[in-house]
């Protein structure tokens, strides 16, 4: 399985980004995906997921609300809507796929960095 993440960048202040994530290969095997985040000298962690079948989500505490994560199973894709970003939010966003729904990580993307502006 590959992960082809985009959509990072520079954003103002209360400013918005949507992320995107294609997965292509081995994709029948995958069954929920999720982006992670870590910043400089921080542990990373899990920011969201979804399910690919019943498009169940989890979201961290810290971005509920202003997070939206979603899938478009025809194009084998996943996105993360961000709203309302917070400086706390800069970081290097990676995409993930597992084979459970669990939301751990079989597969890596390569990360997107993504920066709020103080």
């Known amino acids: 399985v590959q992960l082809q993440a985009s959509g990072g960048g520079l954003v103002q202040a209360g400013g918005s980004l949507k992320l995107s994530c294609a997965a292509s290969g081995s994709i029948s095997s995958i069954n929920s995906m999720a982006w992670y985040r870590q910043a400089p000298g921080q542990q990373r962690e899990l920011v969201a997921g979804i399910t690919i079948i019943g498009g169940s989500t989890y979201y961290a505490d810290s971005v509920k609300g202003r997070f939206t994560i979603s899938r478009d199973n025809a194009k084998n894709t996943v996105y993360l809507q961000m709203d309302s970003l917070r400086p706390e939010d800069t970081a290097v966003y990676y995409c993930?796929?597992?084979?459970?729904?669990?939301?751990?990580?079989?597969?890596w993307g390569q990360g997107t960095q993504v920066t709020r502006l103080q």
């Open positions: 993930v796929a597992d084979r459970s729904e669990s939301y751990y990580i079989d597969y």
